[in-house]
């Protein structure tokens, strides 16, 4: 099965054309990872999965994007049930300027119109915290303010804030740029467990990243998926000269 399907989609901001003829299929619980150089089109491909896009004066885009059988760029599609379902952690963490267990109970009043209660709240805050490794670190402050969290704990807080509305698919736009080594690598980790419920989708400059954590890796250059296969198959036997080039650093 896959979790996103994309086909022949193309995106224009005025006159510059930043997506180009892009078609791929990404596996449902899985990891898959897009590289390519700056301005390639990675983080505009990921915003256009859940429409972030539309907020952006000028943009035009064709083509298809299916997601749980729907065309999602469709005009008639119910955004709020779009972005329930399609997830986005940015590059720098950002967090609600709120209580950490306000944060997540922000989403998940939006979403589940009110129904259970406090109690049921409460189970969610705790099952979400859990699921990011962050309970047993926040249980005795979830009623301290989120933005006096370190920088790892709000970029987990901002991934249990998305999984407390249980989504479909993890969209994570270079998620571990302003993190250290150490905690990258814990970020990785939980997106290691994180696949066995989620579909996953990481833009990453840092191939090294892209080599560890995931299953498909994409390249993008100029706003062409130029290859996109197993991750193992791509650094070590790409197909296109382009890849070859950018995966041992020639490009450019
Ligand atoms: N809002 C916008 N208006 C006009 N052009 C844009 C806009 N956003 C992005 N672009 C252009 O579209 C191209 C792709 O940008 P995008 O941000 O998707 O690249 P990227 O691969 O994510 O780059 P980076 O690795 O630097 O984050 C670039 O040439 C960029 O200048
Ligand atoms: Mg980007």
């Given at each position: 099965m896959n979790s996103i399907e994309v086909q022949d989609l193309n995106l224009w901001y005025g006159d510059f054309q930043?997506?180009?003829s892009v078609s791929c299929a990404f596996a449902e619980k899985n990891i898959t990872a897009i590289i390519g150089?700056?301005?390639?089109g990675k983080s505009t491909m990921l915003r256009v999965f859940n429409r972030m896009?539309?907020?952006?004066?000028?943009v035009r885009v064709s083509g298809r994007i299916v997601i749980e059988g729907r065309?999602?760029?469709?005009?008639?599609?119910?955004l709020v049930w779009l972005r329930k379902n399609v997830g986005m952690v940015f590059q720098r963490p950002n967090p609600f300027p709120l209580s950490v267990y306000e944060n997540i109970a922000f989403g998940e009043k939006i979403h589940s119109?009110?129904?259970?209660g406090k109690g049921r709240l409460d189970q969610v805050v705790e099952e979400s915290l859990r699921s990011v490794l962050l309970w047993d670190e926040l249980k005795d402050k979830l009623?301290?303010?989120?933005?006096?969290?370190s920088l790892e704990q709000k970029q987990r807080l901002c991934i249990a804030r998305l999984i407390a509305v249980k989504p479909q698919v993890l969209l994570m736009d270079e998620?571990?740029?302003?993190?250290?080594p150490q905690a990258t690598a814990r970020i990785e980790e939980l997106m290691r467990e994180l696949k066995r419920e989620y579909s996953i989708v990481i833009v990453t400059h840092n191939m090294q990243q892209a080599a560890r954590v995931s299953d498909d890796t994409g390249f993008m250059l100029l706003g062409e998926l130029v290859e996109f296969t197993r991750t193992q198959e791509i650094f070590?036997?790409?197909?296109?000269k382009r890849t070859e080039e950018y995966i041992t650093g020639r490009y450019g």
């Open positions: 930043a997506l180009k150089p700056s301005g390639c896009n539309d907020l952006i004066e000028g065309n999602i760029l469709e005009p008639g599609t119910d119109s009110g129904t259970g009623h301290k303010p989120a933005l006096g969290l998620p571990c740029s302003t993190l250290d070590t036997a790409p197909k296109d």
